[in-house]
Antibody, heavy 119, light 110 residues
Framework: QVQLVQSGAEVRKPGSSVKVSCKAS????????ITWVRQAPGQGLEWMGE????????NYAQKFQGRVTSTADESTSTAYMELSNLRSDDTAMYYC????????????WGQGTMVTVSS | QSALTQPASVSGSPGQSITISCTGT?????????VSWYQQHPGKAPKLMIY???NRPSGISNRFSGSKSGNTASLTISGLQAEDEADYYC??????????FGTGTKVTVL
């Protein structure tokens, strides 16, 4: 069974960037859509974007257009999400998840990466 | 893309049934049979409970069921148990080729 293992917690200053990784262990994610979701403290889930590793194509929520970049390295079965120009309200838990059928059905989730933006 | 609308909270006694609604538009919930539901316990990652409106992944109890009518999808939990106390979120594919989550519903077992 595939598991998604994310990189560790990060602390960044406003205006900087952060890159979160999501590695598939026990399988590959090449043929699936990998989605990025964030959750600010005490708040709901927010869809940020997705990437199809085998195609290298990405799609983002309008809110994050121009600030977020999703990439993937098929050789290491790892997906990445980079968020730039960080603000304090970007402080959140960031999750990667596998979309099992490209229909907003996220069946496997990473453990989450806490990103704190503070001066 | 605006978040789908869910009630902030729903409660029920053990053994009862509860229903959580998820209201969108014809550009998301109403336009596709691609609505999913997630359960999230505090400090944990979300867990897929229902996909494609009414399908249960392997291992999910049949106490959980989903349906859709027009622009509103629903999740019903029957035979409510203490372990069902959690936050629940719906999600939908959209006409913009993106996905969107609901606002979330806190389920309390009385």
């Amino acid at each position: 069974q595939v598991q998604l293992v994310q990189s560790g917690a990060e602390v960044r200053k406003p205006g900087s960037s952060v890159k979160v990784s999501c590695k598939a262990s026990g399988g590959t994610v090449s043929n699936y859509v990998i989605t990025w979701v964030r959750q600010a403290p005490g708040q709901g889930l927010e869809w940020m974007g997705e990437i199809i590793p085998i195609l290298g194509t990405a799609n983002y929520a309008q809110k994050f257009q121009g600030r977020v970049t999703s990439t993937a390295d098929e050789s290491t079965s790892t997906a990445y999400m980079e968020l730039s120009n960080l603000r304090s309200d970007d402080t959140a838990m960031y999750y990667c998840a596998r979309d099992m059928s490209n229909t907003a059905a996220f069946d496997i989730w990473g453990q989450g990466t806490m990103v704190t933006v503070s001066s | 893309q605006s978040a789908l609308t869910q009630p902030a909270s729903v409660s029920g006694s053990p053994g009862q049934s509860i229903t959580i609604s998820c209201t969108g538009t014809s550009s998301d919930v109403g336009g596709y049979y691609y609505v999913s539901w997630y359960q999230q316990h505090p400090g944990k990652a979300p867990k897929l409970m229902i996909y494609d409106v009414s399908n249960r992944p392997s291992g999910i109890s049949n106490r959980f069921s989903g349906s859709k009518s027009g622009n509103t999808a629903s999740l019903t939990i029957s035979g409510l148990q203490a372990e069902d106390e959690a936050d629940y979120y719906c999600s939908s594919y959209t006409s913009s080729n993106t996905d969107v989550f609901g606002t979330g519903t806190k389920v309390t077992v009385l």
